[in-house]
T-cell receptor, first 117, second 115 residues
């Protein structure tokens, strides 16, 4: 079975603070993909990053960074020097399986991040 | 088109009525997906299409839900005899090819309210 857990329902920080959003996944497949999406108040899901299971190299994109650790089945997302515009719901997702389930995304419940000025 | 387009953006319907939700994927995208986002349930998979066929219908909540895709392009999600628990945001996404290594592009969703 495929499962994604985002234990943090809501996080509030003050602007310029660093914040880490946790994501833990479960899958028995050896080949899988992990994603992070941002959902601002407008509602549209915005793709942030995709990583495959064979690439554990951490990635940095501007103020965003991702830490993928297979040993702990985690794919955490850190925002450095947070800004008010970062306020949104962030979803972690897993794509695994084959055959009829290929391409299906399994989402966590999301973490509501609020950044106060 | 440039992005995934969904219509209507908002729909209010009376309990028991049928509704049709439309998704227009990015031109050339062969895979199309429907998800539902409701309070307390997060994002749940409904169905996906590879071309015009739907290999996995396991996510449809009941037989009141159906979907079709024609011409490898536009898809329609139909909910018959709507119930209040059907109230949610219905999201559509498309990708160039079906597979785990292709990113999805999501539409803005249709907010359905059943009263």
């Amino acid at each position: 079975a495929q499962k994604v857990t985002q234990a943090q329902t809501e996080i509030s920080v003050v602007e310029k603070e660093d914040v880490t959003l946790d994501c833990v996944y479960e899958t028995r497949d050896t080949t899988y993909y992990l994603f992070w999406y941002k959902q601002p108040p407008s509602g549209e899901l915005v793709f942030l990053i995709r990583r495959n299971s064979f690439d554990e190299q951490n990635e940095i994109s501007g103020r965003y960074s991702w830490n993928f650790q297979k040993s702990t089945s985690s794919f955490n997302f850190t925002i450095t020097a947070s800004q008010v515009v970062d306020s949104a719901v962030y979803f972690c997702a897993l794509s695994a399986g084959r055959g009829s389930t290929l391409g299906r995304l399994y989402f966590g419940r999301g973490t509501q991040l609020t950044v106060w000025p | 088109g440039a992005g995934v387009s969904q219509s209507p953006s908002n729909k209010v319907t009376e309990k028991g009525k049928d509704v049709e939700l439309r998704c227009d994927p990015i031109s050339g995208h062969t895979a199309l997906y429907w998800y539902r986002q409701s309070l307390g349930q997060g994002l749940e998979f409904l169905i996906y299409f590879q071309g015009n066929s739907a290999p996995d219908k396991s996510g449809l909540p009941s037989d009141r839900f159906s979907a079709e895709r024609t011409g490898g392009s536009v898809s329609t999600l139909t909910i018959q005899r709507t119930q209040q628990e059907d109230s949610a945001v219905y999201l559509c996404a498309s990708s160039r090819l079906l597979g785990q290594d292709n990113g999805y592009t999501f539409g803005s969703g249709t907010r359905l309210t059943v009263v």
